[in-house]
C-alpha cells in the first residue's frame, strides 16, 4: 500500500482538546470518541453525520462498547457502566485510591472479553502509570509508566501491544490464552518527531501508530520495520480505528492540547476527527463481556 498517497478528510471539525479513545461500534453502525480534557463523549456515524455529544461527569479516557448494550468507561480512579439512551452512569470498580493525581488511558478489548488499560499521571510527570486487565478481577500487568497508551492484539492474539509514550517506545508482549504477559521487548522505538499514541492494528498484522506533535500514523510490519505513514494537516494525532461495513474506513481522532493560539490559528484542523481509506482491513472491535465476569 502507498500510504503516503492517502489525503486525511475531516468529516468532523468538533475542536475536541484532547480527543481519543475512537472505537466502531459495529452492531449500532457508528463511531465513538472521546474528548478527554472536555469531559464530553461524541457519537457520529461513518461519514461524520448524526453527530450527537454526551456530557461527562469526569475526565473519560476511553469509553468501549459492552455486549448487551452500554459503554464500559475509564474515569478517573474508576471503571462505570454508561448508558447513553438512559443517561446512567453504574459503577463497576475502583481502584488507585492512593493515587489520586492519577486517570485513566488508553484502553482496549480483548478477542475473549477482557478489558485491557493503562492509567496514567494526570501532571505528565510521574511514573505512576500501570497497565491493567479486568475480566471482573483486576490484574496489573506493568507499571512504572508516565503516560501509557495503545493496548492492542496481533490477529493470531499471541502478541500483545502496549505503549510508553514519553520513552518513546511500543512494546511488545508474549500472551497466553489466560492473558498472562511476558518477554517485553522493545517493538519500536520512534526516532523522529512526535511520540507514540494510540495503536491499532490490522488484518495483515501491522501496527499503526498515531505520533502526538508529529502529525502522522506510522504503520509498522510484524517484525517493526517502519512500512509507510500518513500525514495529516495538524500536529496532535492520538489513534486510529478501523470501521464501516467493511473495517477499511480509518477513524483518527486529534488534538489541541498544549498547543499556543499562534498554533492552533496555523492548524484550524486540530481536535477534528478525520477519516480515510486503506486498503488493507482492520481488526474489529470487541465488546466488553460485563456478563461473563460479573
Given at each position: 500500500?502507498?500510504?503516503?498517497?492517502?489525503?486525511?478528510?475531516?468529516?468532523?471539525?468538533?475542536?475536541?482538546?484532547?480527543?481519543?479513545?475512537?472505537?466502531?461500534?459495529?452492531?449500532e453502525?457508528?463511531?465513538?470518541?472521546?474528548?478527554?480534557?472536555?469531559?464530553?463523549?461524541?457519537?457520529?456515524?461513518?461519514?461524520?453525520?448524526?453527530?450527537?455529544?454526551?456530557?461527562?461527569?469526569d475526565?473519560?479516557?476511553?469509553?468501549?462498547?459492552?455486549?448487551?448494550?452500554g459503554l464500559?468507561?475509564?474515569?478517573?480512579?474508576?471503571?462505570?457502566h454508561?448508558?447513553?439512551?438512559?443517561?446512567?452512569?453504574?459503577?463497576?470498580?475502583?481502584?488507585?485510591?492512593?493515587?489520586?493525581?492519577?486517570?485513566?488511558?488508553?484502553?482496549?478489548?480483548?478477542?475473549?472479553?477482557?478489558?485491557?488499560?493503562?492509567?496514567?499521571?494526570?501532571?505528565?510527570?510521574?511514573?505512576?502509570?500501570?497497565?491493567y486487565?479486568?475480566?471482573?478481577?483486576?490484574?496489573?500487568?506493568?507499571?512504572?509508566?508516565?503516560?501509557?497508551?495503545?493496548?492492542?492484539?496481533?490477529?493470531?492474539?499471541r502478541t500483545?501491544?502496549?505503549?510508553?509514550?514519553?520513552?518513546?517506545?511500543?512494546y511488545?508482549?508474549?500472551?497466553?490464552?489466560?492473558?498472562?504477559?511476558s518477554?517485553?521487548r522493545?517493538?519500536?522505538?520512534?526516532a523522529?518527531?512526535?511520540?507514540?499514541?494510540?495503536?491499532?492494528?490490522?488484518?495483515?498484522?501491522?501496527?499503526?501508530?498515531?505520533?502526538?506533535?508529529?502529525?502522522?500514523?506510522?504503520?509498522?510490519?510484524?517484525a517493526?520495520?517502519l512500512?509507510?505513514?500518513?500525514?495529516?494537516?495538524?500536529?496532535?494525532v492520538?489513534?486510529?480505528?478501523?470501521?464501516?461495513?467493511?473495517l477499511?474506513?480509518?477513524?483518527?481522532?486529534?488534538a489541541?492540547?498544549?498547543?499556543?493560539?499562534?498554533?492552533?490559528?496555523?492548524?484550524?484542523?486540530?481536535?477534528?476527527?478525520?477519516?480515510?481509506r486503506?486498503?488493507?482491513?482492520?481488526?474489529?472491535?470487541?465488546?466488553?463481556?460485563?456478563?461473563?465476569?460479573?
Amino acid at each position: 500500500m502507498n500510504a503516503q498517497a492517502i489525503a486525511p478528510e475531516c468529516i468532523w471539525p468538533v475542536g475536541a482538546k484532547l480527543g481519543e479513545g475512537p472505537v466502531w461500534h459495529a452492531d449500532e453502525g457508528v463511531l465513538y470518541f472521546v474528548d478527554i480534557k472536555g469531559r464530553k463523549l461524541h457519537r457520529c456515524g461513518p461519514d461524520g453525520g448524526n453527530r450527537e455529544t454526551f456530557d461527562m461527569p469526569d475526565e473519560t479516557g476511553f469509553a468501549l462498547p459492552v455486549r448487551g448494550g452500554g459503554l464500559i468507561c475509564g474515569l478517573p480512579g474508576q471503571l462505570v457502566h454508561y448508558d447513553p439512551a438512559r443517561a446512567t452512569f453504574k459503577p463497576v470498580l475502583t481502584l488507585e485510591d492512593q493515587l489520586p493525581g492519577n486517570r485513566m488511558n488508553d484502553a482496549s478489548v480483548a478477542p475473549d472479553g477482557a478489558l485491557w488499560f493503562g492509567s496514567m499521571d494526570n501532571a505528565e510527570e510521574a511514573p505512576t502509570g500501570a497497565l491493567y486487565r479486568f475480566d471482573g478481577a483486576l490484574r496489573r500487568h506493568d507499571h512504572g509508566y508516565v503516560i501509557t497508551n495503545g493496548p492492542a492484539f496481533s490477529p493470531d492474539r499471541r502478541t500483545f501491544y502496549h505503549t510508553d509514550t514519553l520513552q518513546k517506545r511500543v512494546y511488545a508482549f508474549d500472551v497466553d490464552a489466560a492473558g498472562a504477559l511476558s518477554n517485553r521487548r522493545t517493538f519500536v522505538e520512534i526516532a523522529g518527531s512526535g511520540y507514540p499514541d494510540g495503536t491499532s492494528v490490522d488484518a495483515d498484522g501491522c501496527v499503526w501508530v498515531a505520533l502526538f506533535g508529529g502529525g502522522r500514523v506510522e504503520r509498522y510490519s510484524p517484525a517493526g520495520e517502519l512500512l509507510d505513514f500518513v500525514v495529516f494537516p495538524c500536529p496532535n494525532v492520538t489513534k486510529i480505528a478501523f470501521g464501516g461495513p467493511d473495517l477499511r474506513t480509518a477513524f483518527a481522532t486529534t488534538a489541541w492540547k498544549g498547543m499556543s493560539d499562534e498554533e492552533r490559528g496555523r492548524h484550524p484542523l486540530a481536535g477534528a476527527l478525520f477519516a480515510f481509506r486503506v486498503p488493507v482491513p482492520g481488526l474489529p472491535a470487541h465488546q466488553y463481556i460485563m456478563d461473563k465476569f460479573a
